[in-house]
């Protein structure tokens, strides 16, 4: 376990110094470390994700363990620490022993002077608790599902306590692939289950399936070369929402890392052409990397700030797909730090943003010609508000039916677009909704 603890305390860092989501700080910390040992990497991934699952909670009673002291006063490697030790302490699968082994091996880790001052601590976490039946309302919402009470408190006005309760208790759902037909026989699915995948094709779209029990599938030569897409069927079903054809032109906006535009190209045949846009230049080497491995022949990338207008030239679109960054509440399961990044604040922010590239990117869009908006996140100013605000200032374009349908009607008067919950549809939580711009 001690190499597991070691990535784990660095990654927890890494994830508070440069706001990093669980998986990019194991990742550069396997890269710090060298570590090459799949189940270390594997334990301390399961480790920090399930750390910051719960950091409020965690965080409530470390500073009641240090009183005076305060977490937010310590040096970050000795809050990685704590936090790691009280999740040992408090949530862990194995005895509290694990925890005592922690704190004996951070010994050799951390400054002694350090240490020192949170020697009693040490002894009071594993019997200190988060005090429930003292709280009521939202704030017990909230430490009883591990997550901040702004949050809870807006879910429970906008969609009800209870459907708000649902939102944010923890579910795992499953993962999906679709296949890619620019490589793949019609055959590929088939082979995956002689070799003992469970897989069950998704009825509402094409080339897509759940996997049921697929440890290793991404070790398989089929995914390596690029046979098959892991990709989560929220994702997939913008594609089949958006519904290019062969010869088409599409711009597609916040395309990288690329798994929308592979799939377009899919459905286009390798045929048309594909922009696509991103402001990231390091997230565009991605997309190069995808596309490539996936026989994506008509898409090209572009290095632009959607939020300017005229930020391409010389494109005349039958589709525009925008998939704008969002605060990501749809992903809130799998991605659990950014839980304490987000605020109120945040959702504001996005709206700005979400607007400006929505308006900069319709201007590309032909008459007649389709545009397709798209988030990751739940709230209702994010998607619905957008889309309504947009229609608003644009009475050329025209709502309609988002099909397939998978997801529950839009909110706010707009019943075409779709809403996808993990809770209810087994999926990230999503937004989808199509416009037309009529003559």
């Given at each position: ?6 990535l ?38 399961s480790?920090?994700?399930?750390t ?28 990685s620490?704590?936090?790691?030790f ?14 005592y ?91 995956l ?12 779209l ?10 290793g ?8 070369n690029?046979?098959y ?54 997230r ?5 990397n ?24 010389d ?22 730090s ?11 922010s ?76 087994g ?13």
């Open positions: 376990m001690s190499l597991s603890w070691t784990a305390i660095e990654a927890l860092s890494w994830i508070e110094l440069e706001r990093l989501t669980e998986d990019a700080a194991i990742r550069k910390t396997v890269r710090q470390l060298k570590v090459h040992d799949r189940d270390v990497v594997d334990e301390a991934h480790l920090v994700y399930e910051m699952m719960r950091r409020n909670a965690i965080d409530y009673i470390v500073n009641y363990a240090i009183e005076p002291q305060s977490l937010g006063n310590m040096n970050i490697g000795l809050r620490y704590l936090r790691l009280t999740h040992l302490a408090q949530y862990g699968k194995s005895s509290l022993s694990d925890a082994e922690l704190s004996e091996y951070v010994k050799g880790l951390l400054h002694h002077k350090e240490l020192k001052k949170v020697e009693s601590a040490i002894e009071i976490i594993p019997f200190a608790n988060v005090p429930l039946e003292n709280m009521q309302g939202v704030q017990k919402l909230a430490f009883t599902h591990f997550h901040p009470r702004w949050y809870v408190e807006y879910l429970s006005k906008s969609f009800g306590p209870t459907f708000a309760q649902d939102l944010i208790r923890h579910i795992e759902y499953p993962r999906y692939l679709r296949i890619n037909t620019l490589k793949a026989g019609a055959k590929t699915a088939d082979d289950i002689k070799q003992g995948f469970q897989l069950e094709k998704v009825p509402e094409n080339h897509t399936y759940k996997i049921v029990e697929g440890e599938i991404t070790d398989q030569d089929g995914y390596k690029g046979q897409i892991i990709q989560d069927k929220a994702s997939i079903l913008v594609g089949e929402v958006a519904s290019p054809k062969p010869g088409e032109t599409v711009l597609d906006v916040c395309a990288a890392p690329g798994m929308k535009t592979s799939h377009m190209a899919q459905m286009m045949e390798n045929t048309g052409e594909i922009i696509s846009v991103d402001y990231n230049e390091r565009l080497g991605s997309w190069e995808l596309l490539d491995k996936l026989g994506v022949e008509n898409a090209s990338s572009e290095l632009a700030d959607a939020t300017q207008p005229d930020y391409v030239a494109v005349d679109a039958d589709i525009v797909t925008v998939d704008p960054p969002c605060t990501g509440t749809g992903l809130l399961h799998k991605i659990p950014s839980k304490w990044r987000l605020t109120r604040r945040s959702v504001e996005m709206v700005n943003l979400q607007m400006r590239i929505l308006e900069n990117s319709a201007s590309y869009l032909k008459d007649s010609g389709t545009l397709v908006y798209s988030t990751c996140s739940i709230t209702l100013e994010e998607n619905e508000g957008v889309v309504n605000n947009f229609m608003s200032n644009n009475p050329e374009y025209e709502l309609v039916d988002a099909t397939p349908r998978i997801g529950v009607p839009g909110l706010n008067g707009l019943e075409k677009a779709q809403r996808l919950y993990p809770h209810i549809h999926c990230n939580g999503f937004f989808i909704a199509k416009l037309v711009k009529r003559l």
